[in-house]
């Protein structure tokens, strides 16, 4: 499932009698488990996929830019460890593209990169 949002739009099939469509109810609910975010991690692009969590939005800032075909760039990460002296310190380094369309908003994981280090 791609990164993004979702939302579900009821409504009824027809054909339908003259009268019109009958009255319905519909009741939608959505889960979804997903990687956390790790608050020990930053970049100066920002995360525009934590406004999508109650626990970052309110922080949440991105700063995205255009990479064109034949283009490398450099995205910065400073990772802030805490814990204890001697603790090995596994994650995941994701690395999205997004799309804004005037239709929805979309992206997808280009690239998973992971990464350990001990706490010293």
């Keep these: 499932m791609t990164p993004g949002l979702w939302y579900a739009v009821p409504s009824e099939a027809g054909p339908h009698p003259a009268g019109g469509a009958p009255a319905a109810t519909?009741?939608?609910?959505?889960?979804?488990?997903?990687?956390?975010f790790d608050s020990s991690v930053s970049s100066p692009p920002g995360d525009f996929w934590q406004l999508g969590t109650a626990a970052f939005a309110a922080s949440a800032g991105y700063n995205l830019f255009t990479v064109t075909p034949g283009q490398a760039r450099t995205i910065p990460v400073t990772i802030t460890p805490s814990g204890p002296a001697g603790t090995v310190v596994r994650g995941t380094l994701y690395v999205d593209d997004f799309v804004d369309s005037m239709q929805f908003l979309s992206g997808g994981q280009l690239m998973a990169l992971p990464y350990a280090y001990m706490i010293g």
């Design 26 to 36: 519909a009741t939608l609910t959505m889960s979804a488990a997903t990687q956390a």
